[in-house]
């Protein structure tokens, strides 16, 4: 843009000189003024302005330090020292409210000397099926810490199992679910839109039409009666010889229920960013259709996509724990926050509650789902344009 | 000469903003004579518009404060004035109208409701005759049909229509003042004449003040008797129309006429633009605040404010300058461009004066 | 376009859409190996009996596609696929009334609490009225409703012993399943509301009406609060949304009959003929809602043009 603007000025002064009589001197004296107001201003581009603004904001910056403050945690979890989250002990570690008192995880005789995969192996005995990384990540802990472990400060379940190792267990199958089925409900939403947006004319009518309805049906509802269809123990099994397991369908399915926003947002954003008087403005000084795409119609599309997917991320996390709540999520030995608060809660009698048991997975779900939100919110105010400088 | 309607002396008015505290008003003082059409002339950000505000105590409250001042109306000082005095003046005594018909009426509510609420408020109004009332307001602006449109939508308006529903607004509890921000700035040309029009006759029939605010030198020629420019919310110059476009004062009023296009001018006369931007007024220049714009600036124009003094000898209006525009005395300028600006800018100047003359 | 224009094409749009919701649901079922249509099954007799009197398990798909849809217009969903004796109409209209009290006093609960709180927050901007309101709004929005009812049920009955644990019958019952339904959408409403006052309240049309030397209170109520609640209003369409999938917990967690508890059983018992019925239902009652929604809408914005 810069070059444009230099050569038309430079034109206007040589123009000027070549007729070379007073007053166009005097306006050429003019152009350079001008030139030299124009070069001292200084833009602010989105991406600065909207960091400043998000910087601003009190709320979204303690909700991104607390976002990544959980993150972190979730993924170090196999790294801490904590107890086992399946280790079941009816006898001696049943509802014990929050306590220090010292934990030591009961491992076999001579770990090493046991075949991985054995029944032996502790990393079957005292953790849920771990996989590739994480199982090297629960060696690293093992070979650092022994069997040391923090002692149980959020107390235990009715089984006798640490509540702090299994809230921080289930809150890393929370958030991949809700990263995961995000990233599958944003790759629909964003093609779809931006199909019906660039295309336009009677597909993009009909595309849209098609969302109008998915919109009017009670999803939840449709996706409950799917999730009872399949959970069906005879497709259940046969859907596990492909190796789909629930979490696959987990994630499909609730990608496949939350992409119509986003590919509405999209489409509008397309749409009107191809007849933009800017586009236009920056054809007119000559810019590329390639620099138009990524200068101009990426960065204003990112920053919607950024920030649904900041939103949706909440909202998947809250549909699984309603799920899990409801019995229709993730099944045990699996673990979630959802989950968790329904075991919980299904524990409290008239005569006794261990409120521990629903107080700390409601915090952690609570403070991550709120983190998540209020992050999307402030992103969102951040980066709408017409939030500048408000 | 009589009592002044309405007197502000002295008003400064300022803003907190991101960029820090903006005087949008710094020391303001005129009278508003009975009958008058007093024009307040300025770039938008001069504080024109502040200043209504400010009369009306409409200022937006908590980012904008009246600092110091007075402002003089019937013997009462309405910066002092209770809150609840305050509206018993607004609408009734000092009524307003705004810049854009198209978002000063409420969506929501029919023009009759709108016009209704007024006199039911301020005139004790039953249902019945306030809606009668509403129909002959209507009417008295020019609205064809007035019974049958008392109940539409603003929407249901065009531009033209909803600002002569605006006026009919203003005027329907017949005040004294009548403040006209910008009026027929967001309309067609053809539809300002006939809003003009309307105003100037309204002012003959009920006796009334009007101050009009605007940046249209056009119109300020067609409607006022007296002017006020106004720069970087300071006074530049005052005095009645007739001598201030015959011969400005003050090198902005200058500038202002010299950039109006003029279909009787030299073609190859440029059109020439006020240099520069206008002041920010979160960091005003030091002095003068159009010293960094003004083609006769002098070394004391950066360190002194200029005070109010008279514009000639001859009396009648102040301006705000050390320099005097009409002599010789822009010897004091430096440079060509200074005085290639002054010939064109007289020629303009004359220009102007001659259509002033003939719409008087 | 004319309210009767509207409301044909509103049918004809949820027609189509309900159309959807039964076909998709009526494969689904028809595929799923332990269902209705499936050869092997341990079903009491009598219900065997009604299946197959119903779905008429010798004829082609398109005939049971075709004679079950026909069925299902005329607003027979057939019998249930667990419960002995009982069709799903039955079970539906035992639980519907009930459904429906704890819903519309939970959505009317959200409204009062959420516009006041947010009108008061906008026209008290930042003081401590504001601030209090809006940190509780923030904290009944981002506490989902099954961790507030966990906790409430913790306090209020086990501790307090304020109100009863579970049931239904009395008014005592109601309260706070109904409380806790509504607290998220009041949280919402709330701050709806207010970004929505404070939004009109900067408008020119709110400076006129100050112009005109009238009230603040009269410029808030009569002015303002109009433009302000239409976000509230779009909102309420998502709001029934959520208030029927939310008393699927609360009905559950408070064991209230209502059609909430009976879907949640359907689904967990795999009665997939009764969890297919109500997703109608539920299709239905949101459809009708939306609709209600635009009208109310069209008739507060007399800019906005129904349909």
Known sequence: MTQATNSAATDAGDSAQAAGRGPEASDKREWEALWEESRRIRGVSLWQDARRRLSRSFTARWSLRLLVAIVAVTVVTPLLPLQSPVKQDLKRRQFQPPNLRPVRLELPAAPSASPAGSAADPLETLWNRPSGLTRGMIRARLAVFGDWCVPSICGTDSLGRDVLSRILWGARVSLVVGIVASCVSLMIGVSYGAVAGYVGGWVDELMMRLVDILYSIPFIFVVIFLMTILGEPSLKKALFAYGIDQMVIFYLVIGALYWLTMARVVRGQVLSLRNEQFIEAARTIGAGTGRIVFRHIVPNVLSVVIVYLTLTIPSVMLFEAFLSFLGLGVSPPDVSLGLLINEGLQVITPVKTFSWLVVFPGLALTLTLFALNFLGDGLRDALDPRMKNR | MTQPVLEVRDLRVVFDTDDGTVRAVDGLSFALERGETLGIVGESGSGKSVTSLAVMGLIPRPAGRIVSGAIQYGGEDLLAASPRRLREIRGRRIAMIFQDPMTALNPFLSVGEQLAEMTRLHLKHSARQARDHAVAMLEQVGIPGAARRVDDYPHQFSGGMRQRVMIAM????????????????????????????????????????????????????????????????????????????????????EGLLRSIPRWDGESTQLLRAIDGQPPNMAHPPSGCAFHPRCPYQLPRCKVETPGLTPRDAAGGGFKACFVDVASGAVAAASGAVASGAVASGAAASGAAAATAAAKQ | MSPFKFLAKRLLFAGLTLWLVYTVTFFMMRAVPGGPFASEKNLPAAVKRNIEARYQLDQ??????????????????????????????????????????????????????????????????HTPWDYGFMALATVGIAVPNFVLASLAVIAFVFMLNLFPAAGWGSLRQLILPALCLAAPFAGYIARLTRTGMLEVLGLDYIRTAHAKGLAPRYVVMRHALRGAILPVVSYLGPATAGILSGSLVLERMFAIPGMGSHFIEAATQRDYTLAMGMVLVYSVLLLFMNTLVDISYAILDPRVKIG
């Open chain 3, 60 to 125: 082609p798909w398109y005939r049971q596609y075709a004679t079950h849809l026909g069925r299902t217009l005329k607003g027979d969903l057939g019998p249930s696929y667990k419960l002995e004796d009982y069709t799903v109409n039955e079970v539906i209209a035992q639980g519907f009334p009930v459904s429906a009290s704890l819903g519309i006093f939970a959505l009317v609960c959200a409204l009062a609490v959420g516009m006041t709180a947010g009108v008061v927050s906008a026209v008290a901007r």
């Open chain 2, 170 to 253: 203003a005027l329907s509890c017949d005040p004294e003042i009548l403040i006209a921000d910008e009026p027929t700035t967001a309309l067609d040309v053809t539809i300002q004449a006939q809003i003009l029009e309307l105003l100037k006759q309204l002012r003959r029939d009920r006796g009334m003040s009007i101050i009009l605010i605007t940046h249209d030198l056009g119109v300020v020629a067609n409607a006022c008797q007296r002017v006020l420019v106004m720069y970087g919310g300071r006074i530049v110059e005052q005095a009645a129309a007739g001598p201030l476009f015959e011969q400005p004062r003050h090198p902005y009023t």
